[in-house]
């Protein structure tokens, strides 16, 4: 059986999917899969629909209740959860057999948080993870970038 490797190159609001691969001794990556997650780009007074409510302070007058995460993070934290199920649903199917990650450092800490409930099975099949955001490379460059990576796992 034929090992499939991944790369989820992504950000907090696209992710390509690519396969990795050898034909012959030469490097391929081709895309698989474009997810995009469009509400992580809107402004943070488009995601909401009112404004924060108040309660009543006594004699000292009135406060406003402020939210614990961002609107704008909790888009980044959905996307993140997006991504950890799509990885398992792919992985359930034996669409892959290890998959390496390369995503902004930020976006990596949501990633990580979001696989914890997964750490089991996905675990073991992320091969490596760069910290770098490699969403507006071409496929010429990924192929220069994550042949060094991808040769040490194929």
Same mark, same amino acid.
């Given at each position: 059986?034929?090992?499939?490797?991944?790369?989820?190159?992504?950000? /907090?609001?696209?992710?390509?999917?690519?396969?990795?691969?050898?034909?012959?001794?030469?490097?391929?990556?081709?895309?698989?899969?474009?997810?995009?997650? &469009?509400?992580?780009?809107? *402004?943070?007074? &488009?995601?909401?629909?009112?404004?924060?409510?108040?309660?009543?302070?006594?004699?000292?007058?009135? /406060?406003?209740?402020?939210?614990?995460?961002?609107?704008?993070?909790?888009?980044?934290?959905?996307? $993140?959860?997006?991504?950890?199920?799509?990885? &398992?649903?792919?992985?359930?199917?034996? $669409?892959?057999?290890?998959?390496?990650?390369?995503? $902004?450092?930020?976006?990596?800490?949501?990633?990580?948080?979001?696989?914890?409930?997964?750490?089991?099975?996905?675990?073991?099949?992320?091969?490596?993870?760069?910290? *770098? &955001?490699?969403?507006?490379?071409?496929?010429?460059?990924?192929?220069?970038?994550?042949?060094?990576?991808?040769? *040490?796992?194929?």
């Amino acid at each position: 059986m034929k090992s499939t490797l991944w790369l989820l190159i992504c950000n /907090g609001s696209v992710a390509h999917v690519y396969e990795a691969a050898y034909k012959e001794t030469v490097f391929t990556v081709t895309r698989v899969q474009e997810l995009h997650h &469009d509400e992580s780009r809107l *402004k943070t007074h &488009d995601l909401v629909n009112d404004r924060p409510g108040h309660y009543n302070k006594g004699a000292q007058g009135r /406060g406003a209740y402020s939210e614990k995460t961002s609107p704008k993070e909790l888009e980044l934290q959905h996307f $993140s959860h997006e991504l950890v199920e799509f990885l &398992d649903q792919q992985w359930k199917l034996k $669409s892959y057999h290890g998959v390496v990650i390369a995503t $902004s450092p930020h976006f990596e800490s949501l990633l990580k948080e979001a696989l914890v409930p997964h750490e089991k099975h996905l675990g073991p099949l992320i091969k490596a993870m760069l910290t *770098k &955001d490699y969403t507006r490379a071409t496929v010429k460059e990924l192929e220069e970038i994550f042949e060094p990576v991808c040769q *040490k796992l194929m």
